[in-house]
């Protein structure tokens, strides 16, 4: 397993890891298998999705905000409850192919962290099986 150490600089922010973990595919030599990233955190998470235009995240940010509000009557204690029900709406955890030491995605997809509750430093547990 391998370790990605990710800073954070705001809030709530959507940050395309695509380079980091293709950088890491090759430096470890992967020609061909399965790349798994796994978030250890509970408020944030990891996604696939469009990497083309950048409003993308900004829209996601957006309507998860207005579907899961920031402000809101949460019991949990520590007041991050938003992020921890976003993290469980994204997920923690994604995995796609490698194949010739390339990740392989669509054509506008990219590879997303994504932060609820920051700024922080956060790390993603990378897992290749081939």
Same mark, same amino acid.
């Given at each position: 397993?391998?370790?990605? =150490?990710?800073? %954070?600089? =705001?809030?709530?922010?959507?940050?395309?890891? @695509?380079? %980091?973990?293709?950088?890491?595919?090759?430096?470890?030599?992967?020609?061909?298998?399965?790349?798994?990233?796994? #978030?250890?955190? @509970? %408020?944030?998470?990891?996604?696939?999705?469009?990497?083309?235009?950048? @409003?993308?995240? =900004?829209?996601?940010?957006? =309507?998860?905000?207005?579907?899961?509000?920031?402000?809101?009557?949460?019991?949990?204690?520590? !007041?991050?409850?938003?992020?921890?029900?976003? #993290?469980?709406?994204? !997920?923690? #955890?994604? #995995?796609?192919?490698?194949?010739?030491?390339?990740?392989?995605?669509?054509?506008?997809?990219?590879?997303?962290?994504?932060?609820?509750? !920051?700024?922080?430093?956060?790390?993603?547990?990378?897992?290749?099986?081939?």
């Amino acid at each position: 397993m391998e370790t990605i =150490k990710i800073k %954070t600089n =705001k809030s709530q922010e959507i940050i395309d890891i @695509t380079h %980091t973990i293709a950088e890491k595919i090759k430096e470890l030599k992967v020609k061909d298998g399965v790349c798994f990233i796994y #978030s250890p955190h @509970t %408020t944030c998470g990891v996604a696939i999705n469009e990497g083309a235009d950048p @409003t993308v995240k =900004k829209d996601i940010i957006n =309507k998860l905000n207005k579907f899961i509000e920031p402000e809101d009557n949460y019991l949990h204690l520590e !007041g991050n409850s938003h992020a921890h029900i976003k #993290s469980v709406i994204c !997920g923690n #955890s994604v #995995s796609v192919f490698v194949e010739n030491y390339e990740i392989m995605l669509g054509r506008w997809q990219s590879v997303y962290l994504m932060e609820f509750d !920051g700024p922080r430093n956060r790390e993603l547990w990378i897992k290749i099986i081939n």
